[in-house]
């Protein structure tokens, strides 16, 4: 996954538009410890500019990733749809210049691309906002079944304080 240079550092103010699309099935294995699977090739698309001695990159990926919700266990993808902007420049004038550097006349994106993608998946995947989860009960999907099981939700301090009272 690289951005060819060549033309725009020929010149400053020299813009060129570049699409990717590709396939990483199983190259990103881990965010928090879940398996990652892009079920879609991954969609780069935009430009790079020479401005000022410094190469700007300008790009939106889009792809879908399957995940697990959270609350109902099944399996459900979850769109990613991002924009990000980085700069980057051949070589860095001190440590603290929050810039990304390039080798010869190409930029490789991978890594960026997968940081931007898992930096937009959610932290509590839900296959909707308003799953119902599993009966803690029976363990059914209450998405699919109504299964009727009845929790008693006892709150323990509540029962203390209760006896407690009944006693005098
Ligand atoms: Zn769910
Ligand atoms: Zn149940």
Redesign the pocket.
């Known amino acids: 996954m690289k951005v060819d240079l060549i033309d725009v550092l020929k010149n400053e103010g020299e813009k060129k538009t570049f699409l990717i699309i590709e396939e990483i099935e199983n190259e990103i294995t881990d965010f928090f410890g879940e398996k990652i699977k892009a079920i879609l090739p991954i969609k780069v698309s935009g430009y790079v500019i020479n401005y000022e001695g410094k190469i700007h990159l300008q790009m939106n990926i889009k792809t879908k990733i399957q995940r697990i919700c959270s609350r109902c266990l099944n399996y459900y993808n979850e769109e990613i749809d991002v924009s990000a902007n980085y700069v980057f420049t051949k070589e860095l004038q001190n440590a603290n210049e929050d810039l990304k550097t390039y080798d010869t006349d190409v930029i490789y994106i991978k890594d960026i691309v997968l940081d931007e993608i898992t930096s937009q998946m959610s932290m509590k995947p839900l296959c909707s906002e308003d799953c119902k989860g599993l009966?803690?009960?029976?363990?059914?999907n209450?998405n699919i079944?109504d299964?009727?099981?009845v929790?008693k939700e006892i709150d323990e301090r509540l029962e203390i304080l209760k006896n407690l009272l009944d006693k005098e």
Not at 135 to 140: I, P, Q, V, Y
């Open positions: 009966c803690s009960a029976c363990g059914s209450k079944t299964c009727k099981c929790i």
